[in-house]
């Protein structure tokens, strides 16, 4: 069955296909229920593929190579250029299968939500395109054989999250949103790029899998050059995944409708960073001071955003700043070398924040597009599923036991609090951080969802159609349960880490006893009920002063974004100008200056060639001449 992994992608690309040509045509909704099959049936066929990799032999191999559950379907041979060989070709491992099976599940969630929250829209077919055009982006990323399908996959995600961020460019802010994500993600590019050239010149091979992989390449590999890779990694990642210092794309991402939130911060290219540091973890495994490197990075950005949450007034902009500093927890966990618990938030955060995302979509469905929280308030009485489900994402996310987001995040601080040297430093940071996510989801929930009416008397909130609250339901009913896919109980629940271990160079193991790993546990969860007794004071018991909880440093995010704006706009647009007069000065003059020599020389010999038969004639009767006199005079010499 696994010979059907190519289905996975291509039934998304066939409904995009289909929406290209014929899309106005259907009209509203069925285009919206086209895609939503197509994104259905290619999570049908996940399943079928994941079931026919379960029958293979599940045997580690040597540094990450894949000796047992492993498949490759080769479409063609795309590169065969000099000792470049680069197939078109899907990879089927653990690896891939745990991405495919929650960006086609959660897709497809999302999908079916949008029918309904895009109802009316003018451009509702094409919406549905790009989102198609999405999932087969981020697919061909997850499921690609080697670095090159993979970056087919990077690139496309990239371009759809600009069609998609973009999608109503009509609002100035969504167009200029658009445009940074796009502009940002070229730098992290670059990483990628270099990184894929470096590992080709190197161990000559790009691909994933087989006797010839990079993995098993890796020992041949030097510590300079592996560090050097890992870093290159980290800028590619950090450009996707949003890190310090190229996040500042994903909060303004939230200018697209929020469907296209949902999908760009829970279930496809925020995950692309992360999935590519996972899949190349032998090189990281291979460098002495990379890892290091990228656990301060996430550590670093998981505290900046989750600082900048506290204070933001837009639904949705809670919630972006909140993907910014999740995505910092699994940078952590990467750079602490448990894979697998990065992986495990992965899915975790792809339930809690998905429904997060569409449950705030839900809540400004029903207020009329209104997204400040300051003029919500008691909106459990009106819209109680939406309430409901969005107060499970605020403890999955919180990390309340036993729901799934306690469950990854406590595997993720322990693998810090292990780490040698800077270990309880890194630990200490990322309580701080889940104390400060318990306080904003708090804050954020009693401020929608509760307390007296503060919205405008023109405004009539509602519940949402079916087609919105079902996919909440389900998504809560995984970030409910989902930490079962790794629990650490009696029997060895280790499911996700045990089916990973195979493409894993160095399965990460945990030293601590269960002593300090209870306390530890203990602790985390009293960090989290902290922040969400102090956010009940402070914004529905109201004895907390709330105004200065939100200090103008943070409500601006430290003025990032202005001090970017303010260079671009004067010193760094006089400098790019200056730079633009000597491009023209010197560079333009030096090519026009070869022209116009070149243009002067011809002018010059044009009269040897006037085309006239008794202009040549003479010219060899006097050339002749000439000899004659030439010979003759060496002659008598």
Known sequence: MVELVWLIPALPLAGFAVLLLAGPRLGEPRAGWLATAASAGSFLFTLVTFAGLLGLDNEPGAAGGHSGRWFTSTLFEWMPIGGLKVDAALLVDPLSMTMALFVTGVGTLIHLYSVGYMHGDPKYSKFFLYLNLFLFSMLMLVLGENLVVTFLGWEGVGTCSYLLISFWHERPTAATAGKKAFVTNRIGDFGFMVATFLLWTTL??????????????????????????????????????????????????????TPVSAMVHAATMVTAGVYLLVRLNPVLDASDWALPVIAIVGAATALFAALAAVAQHDIKRVLAYSTVSQLGYMFLAIGSGAYVAAIFHVVTHAFFKGLLFLGSGSVIHGLGDEQDMRRMGGLRLLMPVTAVTFIVGWLAIAGVPPLSGFWSKDEILLAAWEQPDIGPLLWIVGLVTALLTAYYMSRQTFLVFFGGQRWDDSAHPHESPPTMTLPLVLLAGAAAIGGIMNLPLVGDWLVLEHFLEPV???????????????????????????????????????????DKLEPALLENVFYVDSTISNFVGGPGTKAFEAAAAADRRFVDGAVNGVARLVRMLGEAVRPLQSGYLRHYASGVAVGAIILVIWLALRGVS
């Open 504 to 546: 894993l160079a160095h399965p990460h193991h945990f030293t601590s006893g269960t002593g300090t790993k209870l306390a530890l546990a203990l602790v985390a969860v009293v960090a989290a009920l902290g922040g969400i007794a102090f956010a009940i004071r402070a914004w529905l018991q109201a004895r907390i002063p709330t």
């Open 204 to 257: 000559g091979t790009v691909s994933y899998a087989g006797s010839e992989s990079l993995a098993a390449g890796v020992p041949a590999l030097a510590t300079g050059t592996a560090t050097a890779v890992s870093l290159l990694l980290l800028l590619a990642a950090a450009g996707k995944s949003a890190q310090l210092p190229l996040y500042v794309w994903l909060p303004d991402a939230m200018e697209g409708p």
